[in-house]
């Protein structure tokens, strides 16, 4: 969903060992490892909820959980619309609320994902538990990659937006071996940003990574709004539903 990763920067592994090492013009295979570990440090992977406290609906500051909201974000003439479904799901013993994405390519429909979310009633933090994945070309499915559930495979639900964000915080949003393995850390709460959609401030600016791939990317969330902008996507209209 919100975390889909379009990594093009310097590997991360890389990125480790040059600046541990600036001066090393090659490494072996022991260095790139002990870099991989070094980097996966300070990520939260267990998260201690009672799924007693969790709703299929409700608002963190800059992830709504609302039947009807959507946001539609643009790059040139391709598009991912964003849906708060009606639908919900039960997953790993947890009724979660169904967001759909949409992207589309040239006018044509590339993938559509449906996603879920549940919020802590008390902390107001959102996990995701999974996601169903269609891949398209020329109108027809030809894929299903990222696809996993929590409960399933070895797969556990992670924590997608904090309810109190602090500067620093790392975690993982994804947690199923082989398929997704989505992290970030939140770097800035204060940033102010102009999109089509209008002028925000206090944005909170996330740094994505994977456990899976190399590379990293950066998000921006609206408080009040959420997904700014997400790669080459930028916000360019909100319906909210009411």
């Known amino acids: 969903m919100m ?64 039947p009807g909201y959507r946001l539609i974000l643009q790059d040139g003439k391709d598009t991912l619309t964003i849906t708060v479904l009606s639908d919900t799901k039960v997953v ?6 169904v967001v759909e994405e949409r992207e589309t390519q040239g006018g044509r429909l590339a993938e559509v994902s449906r996603n879920y979310f549940a919020i802590d009633r008390k902390t107001k933090d959102v996990y995701y538990f999974g996601e169903d994945v269609d891949m398209y ?10 696809s996993w559930l929590s409960g399933q495979d070895g797969a556990k639900f992670g924590l997608m937006m904090p309810g109190a964000p602090k500067v620093g915080d790392k ?30 401030k206090n944005v909170l600016c996330v740094q994505d990574s994977s456990a899976l791939e190399s590379g990293l990317e950066k998000k921006w969330y609206a408080p009040g709004v959420g997904l700014l902008k997400d790669a080459d996507f930028t916000l360019a209209k909100i319906e909210r539903g009411e």
């Open 3 to 66: 975390k889909r990763l379009r990594l093009a920067a310097i590997p991360a592994v890389l990125l480790g060992l040059l600046t541990l090492a600036p001066g090393c013009a090659a490494f072996d295979a022991s260095s790139a490892k002990s870099a991989a570990t070094r980097a996966d440090e300070g990520f939260r992977s267990n998260f201690q909820v009672d799924k007693a406290d969790l709703a299929d609906s409700g608002e963190n500051p800059y992830f709504l959980l609302k």
């Open 92 to 97: 790993d013993g947890v009724r979660t609320r």
């Open 137 to 146: 070309r020329d109108g027809k499915v030809t894929g299903h990659g990222g």
């Open 171 to 200: 975690f993982y949003q994804e947690r199923a071996p082989k398929a997704a393995m989505d992290r970030c850390e939140i770097v800035s709460l204060t940033e102010a940003m102009r999109t089509p959609a209008g002028e925000f």
